[in-house]
């Protein structure tokens, strides 16, 4: 415990970030989140409903025992990631965001420029900026040296839960990183988060 992940000052003693979708219902969810003892929870905002008559996901999500990070999935390119963050903040949500942009939709694939130019905006207004990327030492630097909060390169593509398949790139990130580095994407069991 004494060893805490630290993002823009704030300490977290649970490195394990957990997003919201695939849940069977939202009471699922929140039993799931409980049980993990995660600190952060990321919400996909194209999944959100504002204009909800009933419970919604922010419902479920109890506001101090997480930070609730929007993310920007969905977004095809910097203007669009960057118009969500925006209006995810306008609604009251976290200045706090996983910055995704991804214009591929059968893989999810980030697009490293406009991850970057959205990150540049972002960071200038304010916000806590969290970016997935692909396994790029190069992008990872130059995200960090524009003040983001962390880097976040995928291990494998989304959903394949193959495990940690970019361990060689993801090395070179970490060593050259003075940010944290996350992990992301593509993992499917235990022993591939504890790696």
């Avoid at 995810?88 to 059968?106: C, D, F, H, M, Q």
Wanted: proline share 5%; net charge positive.
């Amino acid at each position: 415990m004494n060893d805490k992940l630290t993002i823009a000052g704030k300490k977290f003693t649970s490195r394990l970030f957990i997003g919201t979708g695939k849940f069977g219902n939202l009471q699922v969810m929140q039993t799931a989140l409980r049980a993990s003892e995660t600190q952060i929870v990321t919400v996909a905002l194209r999944r959100v409903d504002f204009r909800r008559q009933e419970k919604g996901i922010y419902d479920y999500l109890e506001d101090d025992r997480y930070i609730v990070m929007p993310n920007t999935s969905g977004a095809r390119n910097a203007e669009e990631a960057v118009k969500m963050a925006q209006l995810a903040r306008a609604a009251g949500l976290s200045r706090w965001v996983k910055l995704e942009v991804t214009p591929e939709p059968r893989y999810l694939l980030p697009d490293g420029d406009e991850t970057l130019k959205a990150a540049q905006i972002l960071v200038k207004e304010g916000f806590v900026v969290l970016p997935y990327i692909q396994a790029d030492p190069i992008l990872a630097k130059k995200l960090e040296d524009c003040g983001t909060a962390t880097v976040m390169p995928l291990a494998a593509p989304i959903g394949t839960n193959k495990g940690v398949k970019n361990q060689d790139m993801l090395q070179i990130i970490i060593e050259q990183s003075t940010v944290p580095v996350v992990i992301d994407a593509g993992l499917g069991a235990p022993s591939h988060a504890a790696l």
